[in-house]
């Protein structure tokens, strides 16, 4: 990138970050310190205002860098993405939002532990709840890292560590400064900003083939170099039954993760009640179904515009898909307007990523301080120790995820959320429903269904392609792959409903009916909710 990309763009990035830190330290001079308000921003927010950080925490480097580079380099199959992600809420707005609303205080674990002896299950879902984060923000990471890379000219490893480095550091600033309420209104202007980017530059790619989507479909074909076979299912993952049962495997985990994602349950505790928490989410399926609409214009787009091939040599797994295109609508490298609308896709792109890693480790972090930290230490954890240890806690997963996404850096972002939607879906999803829904649940069901679908969900990927045996892999130069799948989630959800049914059958303890039927009440009626 010439010297003015770099110059215009960085100076977005600035006014991006100077902005939000601005938003930051005004909430941290009017807060009470309370429990409620760093985790919760007091339960002030307006379903609107929900919605449109429900919209910005959702819509992330996997969504706006991710998923249209997937589609740019194998079409069909890399819709796919853009289908998962939105058909999720579904199971949201109908299995989830209302009830978790009524029944929890700020976390997974509020739920599930209201009919269960607290200590282990909050142990075992605030554990859960911590590796999910941790593999989300990891793609929040690589995201920021292969941006960067590109504005400073080329794939610079120094700049790609430094740019991660500095990513963990503005997002423990945020979290632990701001809490809930400066982050939820980071989201909100990071999705209005995502949004706007978005519809400039589906607008100026239908333009520039004259409103003709099908002129654009058969021009990203041509220049695929697969031609119809593009537009086509089977480029990705139609090439044997492996890759088939890999799409089924992905497939499950984006429908069934997105209910098990702890920053995503974390915000229907920000709004006052269940119908506003119901509210919340109608309003960002219609932010996010406008959005992955338009992705899918972007990524055929910069598939006929760019071409894969250069997608392809900017970054392999094609993260800088979306800002190529930018550069080449605007004019091209050498042109004024290519340089402007490059450095402002850069900057959206940047942060989107930045408000996204604040609300993954706010929810992470709570979940440290409120599940394992309070239940380690019942008798001494008071409410304002609690957020003291958040903050701690923040700091830690911003280590933590720093080294993690140096080590991914040449992974696809949205593929690398796949992993992390899998782990969710396996582990945090079946005890969510079993705890809502199953009279009979007991304890041991809880704990067991966690671990159950935690263990072999990581287990799976460490032995599975991502990790070794291919050159693709994380550590290319080792083969301990043993299974054939890249996305665990087609033999881990199961094993997590599974394990939750096993532990209950063979429990020794009876279930709680009492308490259950008080949580079933509460639930449907709100009767009780804080």
Known sequence: MTGEHQTLALLLFGVFVAVTLAITTWVSRNRHGSA??????????????????????????????????LIALFGYDGLLYSVGFLVAWLVVLFLVAELVR??????????????????????????????????????????????????LGGTSGSAQAWTVIGVGALMVIYVSLGGMRATTWIQIVKAVLLMCGAIALTVLVLVRFHGDFNQLLRSAADRSGHGSQFLAPGLKYGGDWTARLDFISLGLALVLGTAGLPHILSRFYTVPTARAARRSVVWSIGLIGGFYLMTIVLGFGAAAIVGPDAVRGSNAAGNTAVPLLALDLGGGADSTGGTVLFAIVAAI???????????????????????????????????????????????????????????????????????????????????????????????????????????????????????????????????????????????SIPLG???????????????????????????LTGAGAV
Not at 449 to 462: D, E, F, I, K, R
């Open 349 to 491: 792109a940047f942060a989107t990523i930045l408000a996204v890693v604040a609300g993954i480790t706010l929810a992470s972090s709570a979940s440290v301080a409120h599940d394992l930290y309070a239940s380690l230490r019942r008798k001494h954890a008071k409410p304002r120790s609690e957020v003291a240890v958040a903050r701690v806690a923040a700091a830690g997963i911003g280590v933590v995820a720093i080294g993690l996404g140096l080590l991914a850096r040449d992974l696809n972002v949205a593929f690398l959320v796949g992993l992390a939607f899998a782990v969710a879906a396996s582990a945090n999803l079946p005890v969510l429903l079993y705890s809502l829904f199953w009279r009979h649940f007991t304890t041991r069901g809880a704990v067991w269904s966690v671990y159950g679908g935690l263990v072999p969900s990581l287990a799976l990927v460490l032995l599975s392609p991502v990790v070794s045996g291919s050159p693709s892999s994380l550590f290319p130069g080792v083969d301990f792959q043993y299974f054939p799948l890249e996305n665990p989630g087609l033999v």
């Open 36 to 69: 409620e308000e760093f985790y919760a921003g007091g339960r002030l927010f307006s379903p609107m205002e929900n919605g449109f950080a429900i919209a910005g925490d959702y819509m992330s480097a996997a969504s706006f860098l991710g998923i249209s580079g």
């Open 102 to 151: 009524n029944c929890g205080r700020f976390t997974l674990a509020d739920v599930v532990a209201a009919r269960m002896r607290e200590r282990p299950v909050r142990i075992a879902a605030g554990t859960s709840s911590v590796t999910v984060s941790v593999l989300y923000l990891v793609a929040q990471m690589v995201g920021a890292g292969s941006l960067v890379a590109l504005l």
């Open 497 to 523: 409903f599974l394990a939750g049914w096993l532990g209950t059958v063979t429990s020794s303890e009876p279930a709680d009916e009492a308490k259950h039927a008080e949580t079933e009440v509460r639930s």
